[in-house]
C-alpha cells in the first residue's frame, strides 16, 4: 500500500470517528427536540411519523434514509417517486419542518449507522444514480453525507423546481449533473477544516435563511 494510499485511509478513519460522536452527541443533545417533532407529526398528521425511503450509499450499496415525514403518504414513495417541486401532498406541519430542515434529523441515526457522514454528497434514489452512472460511482467511493456544497447552493431547489413546466426534465438535464459537478470537486478538495466550515455554514443557512 503506497503512503498516499495509506494516508486517505486515516483520513477517512478520522472522518468516520468524527461522525460517529459527533452524531452520538447530537442526538442526545437533541432528544427533546426529537420527541416534539415526533409528537407534533403524529398529532397532525398520523402514522408514520417517519419517511423511509431507499437511497445508493457507499460504493453503489443501498440504505434506508430516515425523515420525519412532511408529506401525505404516497405507494411507492419509499422506492423513489419524483415530487420535488410538487408542494400539493406536503401536510401544514410538513412546510414548517422543511422550511427548518428538522426534518432532516433522523438522518443522524444513518450517520450513526456508519450509512452517512456529516459532510458528503447527497444520497440519491436508483432512478437518478442510473441517469449518469459513471459519475455516481466515482462519488459514491465516499460515503454521502447530509450536507455539502451543493446543499448549500441548492438550498432552494424545491421553489426552482416548482417554477418550471417540467420538473423532472429540469432536474435531470440541469440541476443534477452540476450537483454532479460540485460532488466531484468536493471528492478532490475536501479537508476536515473544510468540512467543518460545511457544517457551520449549513446550521447558520438553517438559522438564518435570508443570508
Excluded at 113 to 133: A, I, T
Aim: contains cysteine; charged residues 25%; glycine residues 8%.
Amino acid at each position: 500500500m503506497s503512503r498516499g494510499q495509506r494516508d486517505r485511509n486515516v483520513s477517512l478513519m478520522g472522518k468516520r470517528s468524527f461522525d460517529f460522536v459527533a452524531a452520538l452527541l447530537g442526538m442526545a443533545f437533541l432528544a427533546p427536540l426529537f420527541v416534539v417533532v415526533a409528537c407534533l407529526v403524529l398529532g397532525r398528521d398520523g402514522r408514520p411519523v417517519l419517511f423511509r425511503q431507499v437511497r445508493v450509499g457507499l460504493k453503489g450499496r443501498e440504505f434506508t434514509l430516515y425523515k420525519f415525514r412532511t408529506m401525505t403518504v404516497c405507494p411507492g414513495s419509499a422506492k423513489g417517486s419524483f415530487d420535488a417541486g410538487d408542494a400539493s401532498r406536503v401536510t401544514a406541519n410538513g412546510c414548517l419542518l422543511r422550511r427548518t430542515k428538522l426534518d432532516e434529523l433522523p438522518q443522524l441515526w444513518n450517520v450513526l449507522k456508519g450509512d452517512m457522514s456529516l459532510v458528503g454528497p447527497r444520497p440519491e434514489v436508483r432512478k437518478w444514480v442510473e441517469v449518469y452512472q459513471e459519475r455516481w460511482m466515482r462519488v459514491l467511493a465516499l460515503r454521502p453525507g447530509i450536507t455539502d456544497p451543493a446543499t448549500l447552493v441548492y438550498r432552494s431547489e424545491e421553489a426552482l423546481l416548482a417554477q418550471s413546466a417540467d420538473p423532472e426534465a429540469t432536474y435531470r438535464d440541469r440541476i443534477l449533473p452540476h450537483k454532479l459537478d460540485l460532488y466531484e470537486d468536493y471528492l478532490r478538495t475536501r479537508t476536515f477544516a473544510g468540512d467543518l466550515d460545511l457544517i457551520v455554514r449549513t446550521v447558520l443557512s438553517v438559522l438564518f435563511p435570508e443570508f
